[in-house]
């Protein structure tokens, strides 16, 4: 047995203690037994309460020694642990472009980004094979009165593809240029020094900073740093704000990086940006084709020259799940802002339990920089003004005050 007191010892009954041999010690007397232990025990006891002391002191004896072996040999190790990493990338980039078929980019040094049936390179693997959809970028960087197209305004409603074409862009670019192939047809990039993206929407409640803040913050630092060799994707800029604001910030800021040359891809809602391909020459216009098929929509995901002329936002919230009642009534609001302008307000009496008006053939998306003209400027136009008697020109302004002032009342 053992205790704390004695350490190990041997144990014996009274009946046998007349038997009991002479070497052994007496340590300990009970009621019925007697305790002796023995020099071999004492020695086999100092082993085992010593052993786990011993085994931390060789323990840390052998580390001091692999540690001291180790550093002899650090830079082979370095070395050798570099080389490792280099080949694993190395190698799982040729895996993952033999699998799925990228090809080698041609890498330039003048500006250019062509890619023809460019993918996704994560969207394409998480969706089922052969579903899809590439499509073709062609933008180069500019320089001075140049009508390269560097800026491209990609439009079409949400849910289109526009996020994930801007971006698969940029991934492409960045693939190409740590030495990877790239999974499209055929892609001559030219080098960026630089990959700017403001995508997403985020606060920073922590700073008291807002979604609209920190998107202008970034954008900031686009404007402040991108170069003619640069690559910037902008999603939605302005969103976060009033629309003439808005619209206002994304309209200059397309305006400068156009002057700036940088190859630039800009997705936007604001189809009155698309304006600006027929003031600046280094802008085109891009849009998602999509097909409406009995008051429904089918997202093609195929990027087209030319930009959209409606948002269909709200086909995507019926898609969304939104109330029909609620897409009904948004329905007759847009028909009669498309009828009387957008400075006009929503009607009032209309049933929002109704079923909603047929949507027309000749809707148009809603200008910000111009109102619908009024009938009463064509009589102004048309009126001949050298004929008229005082008296009579008096009268015909009496006459439109008295026709406003109805309209204004109905």
């Not at 140049?146 to 940029?170: C, F, H, W």
């Not at 302004?397 to 309209?407: H, I, S």
Request: proline share 4%; with cysteine; net charge negative.
């Amino acid at each position: 047995g053992f205790n704390r007191v004695f350490g190990y010892y041997l144990e014996i009954t009274n009946t046998h203690r007349d038997r009991v041999p002479t070497e052994y010690h007496r340590k300990q007397t009970l009621k019925n037994a007697e305790r002796y232990i023995t020099p071999e025990l004492k020695e086999y006891e100092e082993k085992v309460l010593t052993a786990e002391e011993r085994g931390i002191e060789l323990e840390q004896q052998l580390f001091d020694e692999l540690r001291t072996l180790a550093a002899s040999a650090r830079a082979r190790l370095m070395a050798t642990a570099a080389a490792l990493a280099e080949l694993d990338v190395l190698a799982g980039l040729a895996e993952v472009a033999r699998s799925r078929g990228y090809v080698r980019p041609e890498i330039t040094d003048d500006g250019q980004l062509v890619i023809e049936a460019g993918r996704h390179p994560v969207v394409e693997a998480t969706e089922a094979a052969g579903t899809f959809v590439p499509n073709d970028t062609i933008c180069s960087a500019r320089d001075g009165d140049s009508d390269r197209e560097s800026l491209l305004l990609v439009t079409g409603p949400n849910m289109a593809g526009k996020s994930t074409y801007i971006r698969q862009t940029a991934l492409l670019v960045l693939m190409s240029q740590i030495g990877s192939y790239v999974p499209a047809r055929r892609a001559v990039i030219g080098i960026a020094d630089r990959l700017f993206a403001r995508v997403g929407a985020s606060d920073e409640l922590s700073r008291g900073q807002s979604t609209f803040m920190v998107e202008m913050t970034e954008a900031a630092r686009i404007l402040n740093t991108s170069t003619r060799r640069s690559l910037v994707v902008l999603d939605e800029i302005g969103r976060g704000t009033s629309t003439y604001d808005g619209l206002s910030l994304a309209w200059s800021i397309a305006e400068f990086l156009h002057d700036v040359g940088c190859r630039t891809l800009f997705a936007t809602h604001y189809h009155e940006l698309t304006e600006l391909a027929e003031r600046l020459p280094g802008v085109g216009c891009r849009n998602v084709m999509v097909r409406e098929h009995f008051g429904k929509i089918v997202f093609l995901h195929q990027i087209v020259p030319g930009s959209a002329d409606r948002s269909y936002g709200i086909h995507v919230a019926r898609l969304a799940g939104v109330p029909s009642e609620v897409s009904r009534r948004a329905e007759e609001i847009l028909a009669d802002l498309e009828q009387h302008g957008h400075q006009a307000a929503p009607p009032t009496n209309l049933s929002t339990a109704s079923n909603g008006v047929q949507p027309s053939s000749e809707r148009f998306q809603l200008t910000l920089f111009a109102t619908e003209t009024h009938p009463l400027l064509d009589e102004i136009r048309a009126l001949a003004v050298d004929e008229l008697r005082p008296i009579d020109a008096l009268g015909l302004v009496a006459a439109w005050r008295e026709r406003l002032t109805a309209e204004s009342k109905a």
